[in-house]
């Protein structure tokens, strides 16, 4: 199992935008990490946001 993934697989991962993951970032609602060049979001924080959002009617 993952512990992190890059910009493009949380993307592919969370159906959200590159944008609103940079959003995301800006608004402290999701850290990145940084390992060197590379943006890492820890899955954890992903899944806890999206199970988070509202309840769609």
Avoid: Q
């Amino acid at each position: 199992m993952r512990i992190s993934a890059t910009i493009p697989e949380a993307v592919e991962m969370t159906g959200l935008s590159r944008s609103a993951l940079y959003r995301l970032f800006n608004e402290g609602k999701i850290t990145p990490r940084k390992n060197g060049k590379r943006t890492l979001i820890l899955v954890e924080d992903l899944r806890r946001y999206v199970e988070n959002l509202p309840i769609a009617s």
